[in-house]
């Protein structure tokens, strides 16, 4: 099942529960806008190179349109779709005053040099500068973009705006970016990783971590864990992967991977099949790549407790359906990862404020948000009688529901 398929799945489920009008569930799944642009530019070589890039403006009851754009040769219409869809549930769950968007472009960020990405990323800014703004839709980094790209989008932006650092999020903290926001999204795994498991009497301190990917979401979620006193003993990334069942050194690890881009070949561990580290011995598995790696052909075979989706929609539905009959309880995405989307408020509240918090403010602030988030999510548990991803979707669809009928939606 495609991303679109099964997000608009949980999402209609998730209606069914609340009782939502017809007209209005229809109303909601409808996306506010879809933009698709031609990015031509002149490649090192003087060649002409044609990308497509995509933007879809999902929904804006409870504020700006909020979402990553990712640079990614898989990028497409429906992925865009479902993960723009997602972010106005994150952002609902979060209950921060956001709505929901995504954007790409189809291109293999690796294989253009550093100006063709620059160049790329202006024409695209270009293309979308008069449907994007402070108050209409923030976009942020996401798969293969980083703070760089969002600081060429606020350069080109203001041009014709003038100087508008709320504009993205994601920004180097030289141009107003916020202290925090690269750990952001994997501090925010932790934090809900802690109140899963508090849930059930334990900490992280002793429990043994499998985590799918080693990007900035993965990395930084692993050093957490290892600080907060647990032990990762398998880890993955587009390189290969690695088991060390006395528990990897994670610093090792980041610097080994910074200078050998990607883990394969560190001698802190054994090297192990990619395939098979989702279904390794542990307590807590941490998908955070990609989207549906866990799915109907290897979810009998995985024997973690809990599963943490720091990615974007790691688990198909009928995975999820399986896991649920084995007693594993999954932490869904649309709560897990939003540290990253919180603190990008945060940093919006910033730049529009013209004032800058310390780092201990925004670690504090998002351990407030994320806490929050699991118990609003847990109450709606307890009030549906469902699961953690039924409850993190009830919670979100509720609360967009509730905006757009107070706005003056009329069936």
């Not at 865009?80 to 769950?93: C, G, H, I, S």
């Not at 099949?273 to 011995?281: A, G, K, V, W, Y």
């Not at 995405?333 to 404020?353: H, K, M, P, R």
Request: hydrophobic letters at 40%.
């Amino acid at each position: 099942m495609n991303a679109l398929a099964a997000t608009s799945r949980n999402f209609k489920q998730a209606a069914k529960l609340l009782g939502l009008d017809s007209k209005l569930e229809k109303s909601l799944l409808i996306p506010f806008r879809e933009i698709k642009v031609e990015c031509t530019i002149p490649k090192d070589d003087g060649t002409l190179a044609s990308y497509v890039g995509f933007r879809v403006q999902h929904d804006n009851a409870r504020g700006p349109m909020k979402g990553g754009i990712r640079y990614h040769h898989e990028v497409d219409p429906d992925e865009v779709n479902a993960l723009a869809q997602l972010m106005t549930w994150k952002t609902a769950v979060a209950n921060i005053p956001y709505g929901g968007a995504k954007g790409g472009i189809g291109c293999s960020p690796g294989e253009l040099s550093i100006s063709e990405l620059e160049r790329l990323t202006r024409v695209f800014t270009q293309k979308i500068h008069d449907l994007i703004g402070i108050h209409t839709d923030v976009p942020a980094p996401d798969m293969g973009t980083n703070s760089q790209t969002m600081a060429w989008i606020l350069d080109e932006y203001s041009k014709f705006h003038g100087y508008s650092p709320a504009v993205v999020t994601g920004k180097p903290v030289d141009l107003g970016g916020s202290l925090g926001r690269d750990a952001a999204t994997g501090r925010g795994v932790l934090f809900a990783t802690e109140a899963l498991l508090a849930e059930h009497g334990k900490g992280i301190a002793g429990q043994r971590f499998v985590i799918q990917g080693f990007g900035n979401v993965g990395s930084w979620a692993a050093q957490l864990i290892t600080e907060a006193g647990g032990k990762v003993i398998a880890i993955s990334d587009v390189t290969g992967a690695i088991k060390n069942v006395n528990g990897i050194d994670i610093a090792q690890l980041v610097k080994h991977s910074a200078e050998n881009k990607g883990i394969k070949g560190f001698n802190g561990g054994d090297a192990i099949d990619p395939n098979s580290l989702l279904t390794e011995e542990c307590d807590v598995l941490m998908p955070a790549a990609l989207g549906g790696v866990i799915n109907k052909d290897n979810a009998n075979d995985i024997k973690a407790k809990y599963i943490i989706e720091a990615a974007n929609h790691p688990t198909d539905p009928e995975a999820d359906e399986i896991l649920s009959k084995k007693g594993v309880l999954i932490l869904p995405d649309i709560l897990a990862n939003s540290g990253g989307v919180t603190v990008s408020y945060f940093e919006w509240v910033q730049n529009i404020q013209g004032f800058m918090w310390d780092e201990e403010k925004v670690n504090t602030e998002l351990r407030t948000y994320m806490t929050r988030a699991f118990g609003d999510v847990k109450k709606m548990c307890q009030s549906h009688n469902c699961d953690l991803r039924m409850g993190a979707f009830t919670l979100g669809v509720n609360r967009v529901a509730r905006a757009t009928v107070l706005r003056g939606w009329e069936a």
